[in-house]
């Protein structure tokens, strides 16, 4: 799935939307945990789900500061992000770890755009390029714990 955020025209939007995409991951992250066989692997999952629900926190802090009501939810792409794991999971731990990387692709390419919002705070602007490492992060374990298995 490609994603879009990013790319909105006003802050408010983008910081909408990164919620969005926060709660979608946690999901995927819920769904994933539940499904992965090898123990090692939950458990550094696990500590990557962390890092979203702390994102989470930030980003509702930044929408209670612009007066906005945060989503407390996923939108319909949780379903595509869960929906993948699910089907993943046929194929077990390696083709799961595969649909969460997708997953973190999308994650990377929004943070990043965020950092180069030009409506960004450079407190915002901070916040998003250390939430695009912690994806990135993510997405290189994920990368190596798919090679290793082969």
């Not at 909408?16 to 992250?29: C, G, R």
């Not at 250390?130 to 993510?138: G, I, L, N, T, V």
């Amino acid at each position: 799935m490609v994603t879009l955020v990013g790319n909105e025209s006003d802050f408010r939007s983008l910081v909408k939307d990164l919620i969005l995409l926060e709660h979608d991951a946690i999901a995927a992250y819920d769904s994933c945990i539940e499904r992965l066989d090898n123990q090692q692997s939950r458990s550094q999952i696990a500590d990557f789900k962390n890092d979203h629900l702390q994102h989470l926190q930030v980003l509702n802090r930044i929408a209670n500061e612009l007066g906005m009501d945060a989503p407390t939810e996923g939108d319909m792409k949780q379903y595509l992000t869960t929906g993948k794991i699910a089907l993943a999971n046929i194929f077990g731990d390696k083709a799961i770890l595969r649909a969460m990387k997708t997953n973190e692709d999308d994650t990377v390419t929004a943070y990043d755009r965020a950092a180069r919002h030009e409506s960004a705070l450079p407190e915002s602007k901070a916040f998003f390029l250390a939430a695009c490492d912690d994806e990135r992060r993510h997405r290189t374990w994920m990368e190596t714990a798919i090679e290793a298995d082969n």
